[in-house]
């Protein structure tokens, strides 16, 4: 079945910093991929998408690139502000289903 | 617009009784989700709606776990005779359609304690 694997956290950074946090999944055929974010006392919400090969993903400087080769999706971003604390989500929709699958999520906490 | 709103945001209650967590989606929002949140399984499918279609039950984790979608709007998911393992946050979602790349909207969620 399709499943998601993320990189274990917690990862702590400081201001300014350049974010990186790894995704690769396994799936039947074309999947579409996710990134959700889920902010201290909030729920998920999403935060970017990509939904065929080499298309990038990207919002609020954050983007992720569809790597069929490498079956993979990972975060970047390159100057994080203390504001992106929260726990990051890797989650992909299969081509023939509905459901999302889901990483076990990475909290990411940005010192000042 | 409104988002995906849940009801109660929180929810107490002994074990053995039932308990009834309900979702109002998207305006428009033909697909409706239900997810479960918990710190040992992370986050779980548990049933989807499409439209007037057979829901996909696959991810109930019981017979004790049942939904349901009236009108084609409001879900319920029904949860009888709760045990502590059925503690966990509660989150319905909404897409505008059951297609693969229509985003998923989350609703806060519904936290369930056992006690």
């Known amino acids: 079945g399709d499943s998601v694997t993320q990189m274990e956290g917690p990862v702590t950074l400081s201001e300014e910093a350049f974010l990186t946090i790894n995704c690769t999944y396994t799936a039947t055929g074309y999947p579409s991929l996710f990134w959700y974010v889920q902010y201290p006392g909030e729920g998920l919400q999403l935060l970017l998408k990509?939904?065929?090969?080499?298309d990038k993903g990207s919002n609020k400087g954050f983007e992720a690139t569809y790597r069929k080769e490498t079956t993979s999706f990972h975060l970047e971003k390159g100057s994080v502000q203390v504001s992106d604390s929260a726990v990051y989500f890797c989650a992909l929709r299969g081509a023939a289903g509905n459901k999302l699958t889901f990483g076990g999520g990475t909290r990411v906490l940005v010192k000042p | 617009g409104a988002g995906v709103s849940q009801s109660p945001s929180n929810k107490v209650t002994e074990k053995g009784k039932d308990v009834e967590l309900r979702c109002d989606p998207i305006s428009g929002h033909t697909a409706l989700y239900w997810y479960r949140q918990s710190l040992g399984q992370g986050l779980e499918f548990l049933i989807y709606f499409q439209g007037n279609s057979a829901p996909d039950k696959s991810g109930l984790p019981s017979d004790r776990f049942s939904a349901e979608r009236t009108g084609g709007s409001v879900s319920t998911l029904t949860i009888q005779r709760t045990q502590q393992e059925d503690s966990a946050v509660y989150l319905c979602?909404?897409?505008?359609?059951?297609?693969?790349?229509?985003?998923?909207?989350f609703g806060d969620g519904t936290r369930l304690s056992i006690l």
């Open positions: 979602a909404s897409s505008f359609q059951g297609a693969g790349n229509q985003p998923q909207h």
């Open positions: 990509a939904t065929k090969a080499d």
